[in-house]
């Protein structure tokens, strides 16, 4: 699903800490998901209006991102606010970073840029378990496939509920090209109960999906 048609997975939570930047992309497009100091998410273009330098190689302050090349700040809302080569100019309202919006829910942070679109509703679903973000040279059609060999009834929409030895595991596809697939993949329950041996169970379950479709393997096995 591209940005502009709705909700599209980006990055587990949990691998976003306060302070510090990643980049990704959708569908060819380059963006960087920060959060800033106060714990909110962002999720804006990747790039530097200024040279174009990528704003997921800089660093975070407080509640601004700068620009690793010439230290540029950009404020929330992707206003630049100091160029430290004109410590004392008022920075035109013009220089600024293009933003999408951006929720979080699940344990994975979302980014959009459609007015009225609707995040995921998981009903009766109030915690989650973080596994990991699994990159897949593989189209984002098999990479669904291969899930719904394991539960049939995995994929209602984009982003499937896959069921494994009494576990819900959600697989948030996002797809980053025609030949690569994101799969940000959270246990449905309480990290009380799933931390721990659950987590580096489903993450090897997951390396070993990867290794099944890279390698063109029609078949994938359920884990026991």
């Not at 819900?168 to 690569?180: D, G």
């Amino acid at each position: 699903m591209k940005l502009e048609a709705g909700w599209v997975p980006v990055a587990l939570s949990s691998s976003i800490e306060p302070g510090t930047s990643a980049g990704a992309v959708v569908e060819g497009s380059e963006i960087v998901v920060w959060r800033d100091n106060s714990g909110n998410a962002h999720v804006w273009e990747d790039r530097c209006p200024h040279r174009g330098m990528r704003m997921s190689f800089g660093f975070v302050r407080g509640d601004h991102i700068a620009c690793l090349y010439h230290g540029w700040q950009y404020d929330t809302a992707g206003q630049c606010r100091y160029i430290p080569a004109h410590p004392t100019l008022e920075v035109p309202q013009t220089i600024k970073v293009p933003t999408y919006s951006a929720e979080e829910r699940y344990g994975i942070v979302w980014a959009t840029t459609a007015e009225n679109a609707s995040l995921p509703d998981i009903g009766g679903v109030t915690d989650v378990t973080p596994v990991r973000s699994l990159y897949i040279e593989s189209a984002a059609d098999d990479v669904r496939a291969a899930l719904s060999v394991i539960d049939p009834t995995a994929f209602a929409g984009n982003d499937g509920i896959v069921s494994l030895g009494g576990d819900r595991l959600l697989t948030a596809v996002q797809v980053i090209s025609s030949e690569k697939t994101a799969l940000h993949i959270v246990i449905l329950g309480s990290p009380a109960v799933n931390a721990g041996a659950k987590q580096k169970h489903y993450a090897q379950w997951a390396e070993g999906l990867r290794f099944k479709l890279e390698s063109m393997v029609p078949a994938i096995a359920e884990v026991a």
